[in-house]
Structure formats: C-alpha cells, structure tokens
C-alpha cells in the first residue's frame, strides 16, 4: 500500500514546468495553478496532502499555508545557480518553517520518484537514538564535518552540528559527500551523498547548535555502467516496446530543447498507420514542439532503462500525442547479476537485528542471486535505509545456515493495487552479499537453475561414459583426438570433467534428464581469465532440438557464466557447415552486432597428428625465439590497431596478461594446467610474425582449444614473412611433440591454410566464433527466446548429419 491518494498543489508560473510536475505524480490527483494568488484560493477550498512552489516569497507563503493547511507536506523548486532563492529558503529555515527542496534541474523520472519518497517519508518510522552513540561524518564544500545523529528514519536523518558553524554554510539543496554514520565506533550506515532540507540553530542545555536536516537517496550509487548496447533491428525495437506495454511499463517523452519538461504518457498503443509504426498515447500536459520534431522516448523493463530518439507526428493541445516508434533503442543494465524467485520446493530465509532499533528480523526474499537478495519490509514501522551494512544469516532449504554481510544497495515502495492506505508502507529492500560461502553460493545456483527449468541440473558428477555415450548416439563427431569407440580415453576426460566441473569457479556442466533418461547436456568453461566458452551441446536423437532442450541448456548455459560475477564476455563458437547454429546463432551475432562490446570471427581448423618421428629439423629458416614483455607490449597494440579490443579483453591479451599467469594460478589450484607460450621471428624493427600457443590440461574443451596455437602476421607482403610462418609452425609442432600431444592443432586465417597444408596440416573446416560482453547478456537470450517461439510450431527436422554446437 502507499500514501492515501490525496490533492497535490503545484504552484508554478512556467505551463511547461507545470505539466512536468503533474505529469511526474500520475498516482495523485493534481492541482496545477499559475501564482500563488491563486493557490490561497484553492488551499481555502480544500487542504492539499502536498504543495509544490518555487522559492519566491517563501516566507510568506508559508506563513499562509501554516494556517490554513498546516498539515500539507511543502516543498520548494529551487535550481542550485539561483542564488536569490536559495537565500530566501535559507531565512525560511532560520524563522523555524519546516519544508523539503528539490533540484530544478531533476529529470521528469527523478522528480516523481523523489515526490513519492518525500510522501513516503512522512509517514516512514523515524527513531530518536542516543545523540553520544551516532557520529556522523560527511564532506561539505571539501571540508570535512562530524556531527551527532538526533534522529534516523529510513530517507534521511536530523544531525546535530557545532554552535560555531553557520546556517549561510548549508544551504538547502546543498550536498553531504561520503555520508557515515558509525554507532559506538562500527560503521552501520554509509550513502554517498545526502542532501541538506533544512539548517537551523538551536539552543539547549549544552549551548547552542546546528541542526540540520538532511534526505538521501532511495538507492546507492550503482558501479560505473558500461556503454549502452544499441538495438538497431527494427522489428527488435517494436517487439521490445509492445512488450513494455504488456508489462505496463511508464514511458516518458522528454524534449530535446528543454530536458527539464519530461511527460508521463498514458493509454500508450503501438500501431501501424499508412506502414509507419507509431506510439500513440495521452498526455495530462502539453510537451513544446510541432511535427517533425524530434523528442526522446524513455522507458525502464526486467532490471534494464531503454532510451531512444522519436519523431513527433500529432502534438494536440488536448495531450493527445503520435510519435514514431524510434529506430533504435539504447540498452543499459541496471543489475549485475540476474535474480530469480525461488520456488516451494527451494526457500531461503534472511535473518538479521534491525540497523537501527536491535530488533530481531526474518524474511522470505522475494528474489534473489548469488550475489544478493530483496526482501519486503514495513517503512512505517521498520528503519532500514539505504546504505545500512548487517550482520546476516541466510537459512538454506536444507535447514542449514550461512553467515554472512548484507549492504542494502535500495528501497523502494511496493505497489498499492489501488487498495486504500491501512496505514502501512510495505517497502522492497535490495541487499547485496560479502562473505557468502562458496557452498552457500552453489545451494542458489542450484535453486536457480531449478527456477528456470526443473529438468536441467548440474552433472559434474555424472559418469562421464554416460555424457560420452549420449554423444556418440548425438552424433557428435567432431573431436579428432578422441575417437568414439576407443575407451582407453574415458579415464582422462573423466578425470578432467570431475576437476572441472565440480569446482563451479573454472566451469559448470549441465544436463537435462527425463523419465528417459539424460536427453541432453553443455558446459561452460572459463577459458580465459574473464571468459565463458558455451561447449559440447549435445541432444539425444528423437528430442525436437529446436524446442525445449536445445533452447533450456543453451540459456541456462550463457546464464551460468553471467552469474559469475568477474565473467565478463560470453563466446560460441561452430562449424560453418554445422546448419542450425549457422541460422541460429550467426543471425544473433549479425542482429547483435555492436562495435567494442562484440566480436564475430571466422578461422580454420588444421590438424597434425604426430604418431610417427619427428621429421628432420629445417635449418634455413628464421629463427624462433620465446616472446618477453616488450613482444606482449607489441601484441595488445597490434591487436588495438586492428579494432580486435573486445579480443584483447577476453583473450586475456593484455601486455600483463598474455602469459595467463593469473589464470594458470587458477586452474593449477584445482590440479589442472593452463598456460599460453609466445614464439616470435624478430623482423628489422617489429616481429614478422608471432605465434600464441596455449596449453591446457587434455579434455578441457574436446576440440583442445585449449592446445592449439594462433598466428599473429602483421604484413603478409613482406618478403620474409612465409619463412617466419613456416618457422613458427615448426616450433609449434616441435612444442606439442615435447608436451606429448597426439596431434598439433592451428586455428588460423584463411590466409595462412596453405601454408600448414604445406607442413602437412590437415584442413578440416572452417569455424565460426562470436564472443560478446555481458552487458548484452539479456538482449542474446530474449532473442535466443524468440527464436524458438518462432520454431515451435515447426516439423521435426532431420537431424542425423547434424554436430553440435562446439
């Protein structure tokens, strides 16, 4: 429930100004009026809950609102550079008026949300603590304060500052960085800016005093975002708008020329009108501008803001409005980390003592994820702003418990379903986790996974014979070095899926069981250091792969990475003539396409075996050195140069990277190998050519990726650079023999496939590989979802010629 729907009083000589501010309280009945002349009239008529006014004649209005509505919560419009106003709501606080301010320059969004926590706060819990307990310690005009904490409620707090100090010093609007406040010298509650509503002296027993009067926000700071993901596919944008709409979602316009006047729009529709599509909606205020003007559309969905840029078609003065649908909409993630509701089968509870009053609580979260929760709470009676840190305890589904840190990272209002308010303000508090045990982790992963398909599981300690026979019934043939019928391998990969799998930090394995029996399984391994490989997709024959299994393992597969909180690129990849990831998941690459967040690339795979001696050493080549730190410098800029950024990144391809040192600390503490050697042929002045090759423990991916090498040939034109390759092929090979390796393996360009051929390199196809940021995590598997939606209705194909995804 929320504050009861009473009249809100807006008082504002600017109609565009007006509007904005009714427009921002759709949930209130509005009152908009031009001077405050005619606001008397109307306060006389009826008493508003709220009144909204610039800071003129500050004092006498609110001398007149005392008698005549001195009940109404008032709060003042004033900008930070307007310098008259800011003094006049300075002598307001200093004759003793209580009142709130609010930044002229907030956005329509911001100025709604921020109203609905003023009404909210009123009729929040506020506690008095003991002033000698609470020191605050804040930064104001880069100096630094402590004061004493009077009062703490869940929106703000009244502080308690030295005589000395002056009221001219905190104007009201003005900001309180780095916000603290620590109870008998323990940190319980930190925000990073506060805002200053009132400042006024005061005298008592001890002398005279300070006291401010300080709000902050509903919501911590997020980390700095990564650039916005731009969808770009028409059908794409108006797929995601109609969904906004069925999931009633506000959508705002703002104009170009003024970004103060921000509208809610209502009854939005979209529709087709002469083959242009259109959003056609109501608006209680007029938004400046005529046809063909443009103005930005905006919008929040599923944890995501999406903006983009529209074209005015039909401006009424009634609020009638057309726009066209924008072109393009620019995606940003507002949470890390996806959540999900556990189902009965899979409760948690969260228990914890109230930051402010001791008092013992537990609570069902409403969602959650490895890396934290939500929970309800009730504002009017509870006090958890935040900011707050907690000691915590979260009880499993097993009955077992783990300890743990909670930071609540926002609080905001539950919906009211238009219920009338019973006095209760039930709140949603996001909490995020620190020092979470890592069992505790693998219990919500579990869950998690269950929530999103109870087929699927974890299968890291499935026999590996069984995963290898589901295979060979798949079809799956694609792994040279491990021939099907030959199962003097089995123990290896064995070995090698129990090290990995059962870890959950260096990979996950899945598999998706029926009364039948396994029906389909794919891993996902950290191939590099911030880099998830989706792999070894595999579906028994008889399932329809274009329905259920295929669209749940791969999903859940992708999903699997992104909860891995240092997970920072997602990578497919497959056979060129492999059809159904070809269509699938080369169109998603093509439709996702985004310079510096994706990266879609296409290779040979070449193949040595090396049963037989070794061929005698060719001394007239080049000769071939192992790469130091200047050669790493040389590779990332390379690499740069030719806009390959997104490789660099998740190929660990950085200068202090290349070597995988950190990457092979990893694997090494869970008794597995990982390492990446560079092999160089000096040229006059750079290298002609470089070779990267990796190593891996065998069977880590089955294409032994992991034991490949790559070629790096900056100019293919110059005289020697043939014989540089040829030179590093041979070390290559000369490299897997000292390893032990049954074959060496080259992922290359199309243009150095003749060259291996000539070594005796074995061409067997060409590759296909796609590796994007998850940033764009959401946008792949709503499309993924898509997809299959469209071919559910489809036949069967026949999938007897088919491999799996790689």
Same mark, same amino acid.
């Given at each position: ?244 709409? &069925?999931? +009633? *979602?506000? !959508?705002? $316009? ?7 006047? /921000? %509208?809610? =729009? ?122 707050? &840190?907690? +000691? *915590?305890? !979260?009880? $499993? ?7 743990? /840190? %909670?930071? =609540? ?127 070894? !997709? ?9 329905? /259920? ?258």
């Amino acid at each position: 429930m929320s504050v009861p729907i009473r009249d809100v009083l807006v008082v504002h000589p600017n109609a565009g100004r007006r509007a904005a501010l009714a427009s921002a309280l759709p949930s209130y009945r509005v009152v908009a009026v031009e001077s405050k002349t005619e606001a008397a009239f109307r306060i006389a008529d009826a008493a508003p809950a709220l009144i909204i006014a610039p800071p003129d004649d500050a004092r006498l209005f609110l001398r007149q609102v005392a008698d005549t509505a001195p009940d109404a919560l008032r709060v003042f419009i004033c900008s930070k550079s307007d310098p008259a106003g800011l003094a006049e709501l300075m002598q307001s606080a200093a004759e003793g008026h209580v009142f709130s301010v609010l930044d002229d320059a907030l956005s329509g969004p911001e100025l709604g949300r921020t109203i609905s926590h003023l009404l909210q706060h009123r009729g929040s819990a506020f506690a008095t603590v003991l002033p000698a307990s609470y020191a605050v310690h804040f930064e104001c005009n880069e100096q630094s304060y402590v004061a004493r904490c009077l009062e703490i409620g869940n929106f703000g707090a009244t502080l308690l500052l030295p005589g000395d100090l002056s009221a001219a010093g905190f104007p009201p609007g003005a900001a309180l960085e780095g916000l603290r406040i620590e109870r008998e010298g323990h940190l319980f509650f930190k925000t990073t800016w506060a805002h200053v509503q009132r400042a006024q002296p005061v005298t008592d027993g001890q002398g005279t005093h300070l006291r401010l009067g300080v709000s902050w926000a509903t919501a911590m700071h997020p980390p700095p975002p990564v650039p916005g993901v731009t969808m770009e596919e028409p059908s794409e944008v108006v797929a995601t708008l109609r969904k906004a709409l &069925r999931r +009633e *979602a506000v !959508l705002w $316009l703002q104009s170009e020329d003024d970004p103060s006047v /921000q %509208l809610r =729009v209502d009854a939005p529709s979209v529709e087709v009108v002469d083959g242009v599509t259109v959003l056609r909606c109501q608006s209680s205020g007029m938004l400046e501008g005529a046809p063909g003007d443009e103005v930005d559309l905006f919008f929040e969905m599923g944890g995501q803001s999406h903006s983009g840029t529209c074209t005015l078609i039909v401006n009424d003065p009634d609020g009638k409005m057309v726009v066209r649908v924008p072109r393009s909409l620019v995606i940003r993630n507002w949470r890390s980390l996806p959540r999900f509701k556990p189902d009965p089968e899979h409760q948690f509870l969260i228990s914890f003592q109230a930051p402010v009053t001791g008092q013992p609580t537990t609570r069902a979260p409403l969602d959650l994820s490895v890396g934290g929760l939500s929970f309800p709470f009730d504002a009017s009676s509870e006090i958890i702003p935040a900011g707050s &840190r907690l +000691e *915590a305890s !979260l009880l $499993l589904p097993d009955g077992t418990s783990a300890g743990c /840190q %909670l930071e =609540v990272r926002s609080i905001h209002a539950l919906p009211s379903n238009g219920r009338p308010d019973g006095g209760l303000r039930p709140f949603r508090a996001g909490v995020r986790f620190s020092g979470l045990s890592q069992s505790a982790r693998d219990v919500i992963l579990r869950a998690f996974v269950a929530s999103r398909c109870a087929a699927v599981s974890e299968g890291w300690d499935v026999p590996f014979a069984n995963i290898w026979h589901l295979m060979e019934e798949a079809r799956y043939r694609f792994h040279p070095d491990y021939p099907f019928g030959d199962d003097s391998v089995l123990p290896v990969l064995q070995d090698t899926h129990r090290k990995v799998y059962s870890t959950g930090d260096l990979g996950r394995c899945l598999v998706y069981t029926s009364d039948r029996g396994l029906q389909g399984q794919i891993a996902g391994l950290r191939i590099h250091s911030r880099t998830w490989l989706v792999q070894h !997709l595999a579906v028994r024959p008889g399932v329809r792969r274009n329905e /259920q299994v295929s669209y749940e393992l791969s999903n859940l597969a992708v999903e699997m990475g992104e909860v891995q909180p240092d997970i920072e690129f997602i990578r497919y990849s497959w056979r060129k003539d492999n059809r159904w990831p070809s269509r699938r998941i080369g169109w998603l690459a093509r439709a996702l396409e985004t310079p510096g967040l994706s990266f879609l690339r296409h290779f040979s795979y070449l193949r040595l075996p090396l049963t037989g001696e070794a061929p005698p050493r060719r001394e007239d080549l080049p000769k071939v050195r192992d790469g130091v730190r200047t050669d790493y410098v040389w590779i990332e800029l390379h690499l740069r140069d030719r806009g390959e950024l997104v490789r660099v990144l998740s190929e660990d391809l950085l200068t202090d990277e290349v070597d995988l040192r950190v990457l092979s600390e990893r694997y090494k503490a869970h008794g597995m190998h990982r390492r990446r050697r560079v092999f160089v042929v000096d040229g006059e002045y750079t290298p002609l050519a470089v070779a990267l090759s990796e190593e891996g423990t065998p069977g880590l991916n089955l294409l032994e990726k992991t034991n490949a090498f790559w070629l790096l040939v900056p100019n293919r034109n110059h005289p020697q650079a043939r014989a540089a390759t040829q030179a590093l092929i041979q070390r290559c090979v000369e490299h897997a023999r000292e390893r032990g390796r049954p074959s060496a393996i080259a992922l290359v360009e199309e243009e150095d496939v003749e060259v291996l051929e000539h070594a005796g390199f074995q061409d067997l196809g060409r590759f296909s590989e796609w590796i994007f940021h998850r940033s764009m995590l959401r946008r792949v598997t709503e499309l993924w979802r898509s997809v299959f939606e469209r071919l559910g209705g489809a036949p069967a194909p026949d999938w007897s010629t088919e491999e799996g995804v790689e």
